[in-house]
Antibody, heavy 121, light 107 residues
């Protein structure tokens, strides 16, 4: 059974940093691209960042480019999102999701339950 | 970026009725379109990929169709578990984009 468990969400001040993690199990993690999607509570879904199976290809939404870094540890089956220079508008539930394939441009076939990031003074 | 437009924003339906949700894209995405269902307090769940391919275990009463810029999600006979928010998403190009969602509520 595929399982994705996010952690690291917290309350942080504007300008602060946070690192989210997603522990994966139930599939061959190193064979699949992974992605982060966020959702302001009660609002729609926004794609944030994607990393290929090997970790060599990275893609970001313009809204986070230069501030967020996606990475993965295939030896540990873990996905990360380093979030710097956080803004109030980054407040959201952050979901990690498994992609269908190993390279980019796929749909998201499994999702974690999400972790809440709140940016506020 | 490709803009996704879902209609209507809210649908009030009764169990047993059939319904079609619409999703339009600002440029062609071929069949690179997925549908997700989200219930309150839960993560999204994949329903349909490649415009019309059902996810494993999805009942046959739920189907997807379309190509290019016009897509539809059809539920032939609504069950209580179908009342939720539905999102379409394109994976034709970066950035991935989602529609704003259609809320299917019980009348």
């Amino acid at each position: 059974e595929v399982q994705l468990l996010e952690s690291g969400g917290a309350l942080v001040q504007p300008g602060g940093s946070l690192r989210l993690s997603c522990a994966a199990s139930g599939f061959s993690f190193s064979n699949y691209a992974m992605t982060w999607v966020r959702q302001v509570p009660g609002k729609g879904l926004e794609w944030v960042a994607e990393i290929s199976a090997t970790g060599y290809s990275l893609y970001y939404a313009d809204s986070v480019k230069g501030r967020f870094t996606i990475s993965r540890d295939n030896s540990d089956n873990t996905l990360h999102l380093q979030m710097n220079s956080l803004r109030v508008e980054d407040t959201a539930i952050y979901y990690c999701a498994k992609e269908f394939g190993g390279v980019a441009l796929n749909y998201f076939d499994y999702w974690g339950q999400g972790t809440l990031v709140t940016v506020s003074s | 970026e490709i803009v996704m437009t879902q209609s209507p924003a809210t649908l009030s339906m009764s169990p047993g009725e059939g319904v079609t949700l619409s999703c339009g894209t600002s440029e062609s995405v071929g069949t690179n379109l997925a549908w997700y269902q989200q219930k309150p307090g839960q993560a999204p769940r994949l329903l349909i990929s490649t415009a019309s391919v059902r996810a494993a275990g999805l009942p046959a009463r739920i189907s997807g169709s379309g190509f290019g810029t016009e897509f539809a999600l059809t539920i032939s006979s609504l069950q209580s578990e179908d009342f939720a928010v539905y999102y379409c998403q394109q994976y034709q190009e970066w950035p991935y984009t989602f529609g704003q969602g259609t809320k299917l509520e019980i009348k």
